[in-house]
């Protein structure tokens, strides 16, 4: 197992009858960081994570995960990973100490009452341990869905929209978790409708659009590769046309007016461009200013730009 | 095959504490036949030829042939429930034993099954119901009734996997309440028209109910009853061993399928 890919994809596909749900999925993830796959509903982000954890076969292509070949070495497979997600959860009806204690019995743990105490205590889950799973809120019951894909620690771990619905306190308590994973050395695969989310844990994106990735890239990277995003705020409603002429000028693409704020900005790639050479621009053509900002774009704005780029190209 | 034991009463225990976890919903399911007993012992029992006492006597094997029967509907709403709250996917992704889930369902549920004869049995004494034929042979037909419920919840597992639907269940509830009225299980067949009366007995409830109704020394075999009824005993056998062979690996096959 010399590979330095904890998750290698080539070419995935899978149908569900008419619906391509993925188009060739290649996905490369290195050992011990974090890949984030982000994408809206119905992008195939949980299809790609179903066949990765061999919940689904592929109707064409080829996956190894920690090495081990994803059909034919399935078992080995399973030996390899854990999953968390909306659709592959723990029991409601057993509390969660019986849950975990379940859970470590099938991974042959030699303390398997020892290992559930561990772990309800690591995800503060030990008062409510004697409970039913099923009268956890909404935050514990994702918790306790962790705690029982870490009975052994996994080489890969995929989630499935971990945070889905949480409230933010939970969320962190999740984020806190992973981050505590990837420096065990843990390889993470994540999927998320949350650009924040991707942004803070993610090493790598990859931004899945129609059952395919269509960018990866660190979040970084992926920023860089729409550039900045330069605005102004003008004093009178009267100048604002003035002033994007001054930014079409200087950032060389089309500006967006903003007219409730009496705002208008600009994507610029040109890195010379600096927030006083911007903010002298504007003073020279005797534009009155009230503020201006020259900062890396969100990831919904990259995402949002990359995804409506690829439609205009499909 | 170590795997597959040691897999299998993990998820064993793992049934036996979701009832555990849940007595009343156990103690409801009890209850049922318990009532049917009284009502149709006392209610039908009144208007049969059959004095009542005999037929309070025909009518407990009947219902615990029709009560085992009922595990077609148990196994397919416990395995459509654990696909549709994820927990059969969590196991999927398990380097588990393909068959220990399913495996473990059926042992645990005819272990529940095997417990809830006991009141069930003490009510029939109630009422009029004896072993009238040597201990040994209502062993064997507690064995035999098991067996046929073993037999009878593998194809619940295999339709709860393939259906996924906890509301499908349901609905095969009535279809299953159907079963035991096509059979001898609430009345002797003796008197039904001729094509009724092989279909009814070709229905393997009959074959069980004789069965039990013959080793616990209750109601003679019928005369000139088609083969599984006329041969009780080798008729349940031979119907547990066909479901089984039939249904248990389609089930297992289903649960691994990726």
Redesign the interface.
Known sequence: MTSTYAVLSEGLEKRFGEVRALRGLDLAVQRGTVCGLLGPNGAGKTTAVRLL?????PDAGSARIAGYDLVRE??AV??A???T???????????GR?NLR??A????TRDPGGRATELLARFGLTEAADR?ASTYSGGMRRRLDLA?SLIRRPEVLFLDEPTTGLDPASRSDIWDAVRELKQDGTTVLLTTQYLEEADQLADDIALVDSGRVAHTGSPRELKALIGSYAEVVVADPDVLTQAAGVLDQLTGTEPTFDHERAAVGAVTRDSTLTLPRLVRELDAAGVPLLDATLRPPTLDEVFLRLTADQEVAV | MSTLA??GT?ML??QL??VR??PALVILTQTMPITMLLFFGYVFGSALAMPGAEYRAFLVPGLLVATAANGIMTGMFQSAQ?VH???T????????SRAAVPLGQAVADTIVTAAGIVPFLLVGLAVGWRVEGSATAALGAVALLLLFRFACTWIGIFLGLLTKSEEAAGQLGSATFMLPLLSNAYIPTDNLPGWLRTLAEWNPLSAVATALRDLFGNAPVPDGASWPVAHPVAGSLAWCAVLLAVFAPLAVRRYAR?
């Open positions: 954890t061999t919940l689904l076969r399935a078992a399973r030996g990973i854990a999953v997600g909306q659709y592959a959860s723990v029991d409601g009806d057993l509390t019986q379940l859970f019995r099938l991974h042959r039913p029982a | 040691f897999d993990a225990g793992r504490l979701r976890n849940n654990d709250r994820g927990v996917d969590r196991l999927r992704t398990l380097p588990v990726a």
